[in-house]
């Protein structure tokens, strides 16, 4: 390897770690304004009221209020694993709703309830057989995380939300969105949602965070470079 080429690695290094810690402080704070304007278009549709909605309609919009009205089918309903509340692990306790208006099935996040000492005992949840009426937002789930196990699904035990794989187990054809429950009710669930801004003051820190290494990593660099130039200045005014 040339001098000259070793001379230039470090002041590469240092300038791709300074564009790579900008675009990640960017990430930051694109992440951040995310949050922030999904957390303004929840509190509009908030202002406007639950609507009664019908499974057969067209799909409403991610955080629009509903009022739903029908029975609960106990017997498909399941927990989402990995759920943590207050710093506790628990559950996610998903059950389908059928309408009373016979327009469809749809799956109601009813709650967080916490994990037992022994998890091959699930925790037990009051669900009626009466009539109910549920207030909750509109959600779409997310693209199925990376994971290195293919199962599932252990019984009724779930590791993420997927709505195909959940019609098939089940045989019920709910709709293409969940309502997460925001109503209260006498089963014991913990409805305390986090808000979709939730996180936004600690995007900004880690992106100041980032911005910082990248102005050291530039900082750096220019010193490296400015040492170099100065090496070959005084090297050629010593051979002249």
């Known amino acids: ?69 029908g029975r609960w089918q106990a017997e498909a309903g399941f927990y989402l694993d990995n759920r943590t509340h207050g710093g506790r692990a628990g559950y996610h306790v998903f059950t389908p709703l059928r309408l009373a208006d016979g327009s469809g099935v749809v799956l109601v996040n009813r709650g967080w309830i916490a994990a037992g000492a022994d998890r091959m005992q699930l925790p037990q949840v009051d669900t009626t057989a009466a009539e109910v009426a549920v207030s909750g937002v509109v959600r779409f789930p997310g693209p199925a995380p990376f994971n290195l196990s293919a199962e599932l699904a252990q019984g009724r035990v779930w590791q993420r939300l997927d709505l195909p794989a959940y019609r098939r187990a089940s045989g019920l054809a709910v709709v293409g969105w969940t309502v997460q429950q925001t109503s ?57």
């Open 184 to 240: 209260a009710a006498t089963d014991g669930l913990v409805r305390d949602w986090p808000r979709p801004d939730t996180g936004v003051d600690r995007h900004r820190g880690y992106a100041l965070q980032w911005y910082a290494f990248a102005a050291m990593a530039a900082g750096l660099s220019g010193w490296y470079a400015w040492r170099n130039f100065r090496r070959s200045e005084d090297e050629h005014r010593a051979t002249d």
């Open 1 to 69: 390897m040339s001098a000259r080429l070793r001379d230039l690695l470090p002041l590469v290094a240092g300038l791709a770690l300074a564009l790579l810690t900008l675009q990640l402080g960017n990430w930051q704070l694109r992440r951040a304004q995310e949050k922030t304007e999904l957390q303004a278009v929840q509190v509009e549709r908030a202002a406007h009221g639950a609507l009664a909605w019908r499974a057969d309609a067209a799909a409403p919009a991610e955080w629009q209020p509903v009022r739903l009205v």
